[in-house]
Every structure is written in structure tokens, then in C-alpha cells.
């Protein structure tokens, strides 16, 4: 029973993970703009904080996608830990090669592709991520184990709406006034 309750209590850990995962990825898909300025052959193969420096987006995007890589490389490190019997990665101490190594094995969202790879890399990641949640949902209620509630995804700018489906708001028609000039 007490063994039930731990894998219970880490599979709702496992989940607010996801979901700040997903959070990442969605802020970060909602910037279009903001990957087309941190991705591609030319922009994709400088330094982020050179990067961050052209424009606002820029710099909105790539605090995001560090803040995604950041999450990738816990996360895959952890799922080397899990699998081994020790409880250990492995590695010993991890070079930056090789932690880019363990990155890309969880998605490959490489800078220097174009921005419209990466935005299907990054799409391609989070449905994996949200069926990963489905599933620990799904096992945490066969479990009769609550659920984490994941929380709302923060909105960085306000949506943009296609001008054809906005209603045009009515006025009313003026009455005419007619003048009479001598």
C-alpha cells in the first residue's frame, strides 16, 4: 500500500511536469514571429543572446525556447534515471556535448532548421507530451489517485483575429442635413 501511494505521489509529479512542459511549448508555438526570428540557417546558427538582441520577439522567443531546453534535458535526464536499477544516470558528470546529445534524443529542436520544420518538430512534441499526460490521467484514476489540475497556460500577447470573422460592429445611419446656399 505504502509502495502504491509513492508511484502515485510520482506520477502526479511526473504530471505537473508535463504540463509545465506543455505550457513551454505552447507559449512558445504561439510566437510565430518569434521563431522566425531565433530559427533558420542564418539567425538558428548564432548565440541566443545575440540573437535576443534584433527585436522584442527575439528575445520573447528565445527565453522561451531556453526555458523549453531547460525542461528537455531535466526531463531526459530523469527518464535515464528511472530506468536505471541504481537510481543513477550513468554519465557521471555530464558534458555540454553530451547533455545536447541527451536534448535531441527527446526532440530535436535544432535553431538552425527552418522555421517551418521546427514549428512541426515542436507540434510533433507536444501532442507527444499531451498524450503522455492522457495517460498518467488514465493511470492515476485506475489508481484512485487525484489528478493534478494543469494550470492555465498564460497568454504573452493577446490572440490576433482574422479580420474575416469579426463582425463589423453596426452604426446606425446618420440623418442626412441638407443646406441651402445662396
Known sequence: EEAEA???SQLQGAT??????????????????GIDAITGPRWGGLPLEL?????????DAAALYETLQGQLFIRALQDLKAT???????????????????QQAKAALKRQQTPEQFIRTLKAYLA????????ASKVLT?????????????VDRPPKLDPRTVAPT???PQPR???TVR
Open 51 to 59: 540573437v535576443a538582441a534584433k527585436s522584442r520577439t527575439a528575445a
Open 142 to 154: 485506475g489508481k484512485k489517485g487525484e489528478t493534478p489540475v494543469a494550470p492555465p497556460i498564460p
Open 16 to 33: 505537473r511536469a508535463l504540463d509545465e512542459e506543455i505550457a513551454a511549448a505552447t507559449r512558445l508555438l504561439a510566437q510565430p514571429d
Open 170 to 172: 453596426a452604426v446606425s
Open 84 to 102: 536505471s536499477k541504481t537510481g543513477a544516470s550513468g554519465l557521471g558528470q555530464l558534458t555540454e556535448i553530451e547533455g545536447n546529445k541527451i
Open 6 to 8: 509513492s508511484a502515485v
Open 177 to 179: 442635413k441638407f443646406r
Open 128 to 135: 507527444a507530451l499531451q498524450s503522455g499526460r492522457t495517460e
